[in-house]
């Protein structure tokens, strides 16, 4: 079983949607959640992240964690065709790091 | 830009080969971690360095090391290059050890023909 698991999509919605990318995750020990946002193949790029459970939100989007369940979720609210990327859950122990496949998502205009 | 450089952009050697990957992470960040991103596995942690000692170690091979020198910029090493080591490399940084918030550099891609 992988450490996280993540659709990879492809994702495809109409502009200014309300789009929502999840994972799962299997070891208990992970503390801290985030997301990377990464257009083909270029460095991912830092959106947001989460220490334990709990809700985040800055500007358009918000993160969620749900550590009994094992459950994590990045909602993007007013989806503009510039949030088109790759979506990277990432979780962390602190010394250990995992990320997801990724879920490919296409906002058209 | 996040203020991580690699360096070079691009590799491209043969099997048997042996690679130097450079990186110079963000200035004030103590940490340096190296991941491997290829289609099929997606990004694999390998390893990370705080302040110049080894502080976690993902799934890096026993071909590949690392180290990060007193001026904080980091090598990786990648020897005995198979075809299956083709892939991206990245490099990120971050101030502290939880590595919480690392800002990734542009990547090497690597092509080992």
């Known amino acids: 079983q992988k450490e996280v698991e993540q659709d990879p999509g492809p994702l495809s919605v109409p502009e200014g949607a309300i789009v929502s990318l999840n994972c799962t995750y299997s070891?208990?020990?992970?503390?801290?959640f985030m997301w990377y946002r990464q257009y083909s193949r270029k460095g991912p790029e830092l959106l947001m992240y989460?220490?334990?459970?709990g809700n985040k939100e800055d500007g358009r989007f918000t993160a969620q964690v749900d550590k009994s369940s094992k459950y994590i979720s990045l909602f993007i609210r007013d989806s503009q065709p510039s949030d088109s990327a790759t979506y990277l859950c990432a979780m962390s122990s602190g010394n250990q790091f995992y990320f997801g496949t990724g879920t490919s998502l296409t906002v058209i205009p | 830009d996040s203020g991580v450089t690699q360096t070079p952009k691009h590799l491209i050697t043969a099997t048997g080969q042996r690679v130097t990957l450079r990186c110079s992470p963000r200035?004030?960040?103590?940490?340096v971690y190296w991941y491997q991103q290829s289609l099929d596995q997606g990004l694999q942690f390998l390893i990370q360095?705080?302040?110049?000692?080894?502080?976690a170690k993902g799934n890096i091979l026993e071909r590949f090391s690392a180290q990060q020198f007193p001026d904080l910029h980091s090598e990786l090493n990648l020897s005995s290059l198979e075809l299956g080591d083709s892939a991206l490399y990245f490099c990120?940084?971050?101030?502290?050890?939880?590595?919480?918030?690392?800002?990734f550099g542009p990547g090497t891609r690597l092509l080992v023909l």
């Open positions: 200035s004030g960040d103590l940490s």
């Open positions: 070891n208990s020990a992970f503390q801290y």
């Open positions: 989460t220490y334990s459970s």
């Open positions: 360095y705080y302040n110049g000692e080894e502080r």
């Open positions: 990120a940084s971050s101030v502290g050890r939880v590595g919480e918030t690392q800002y």
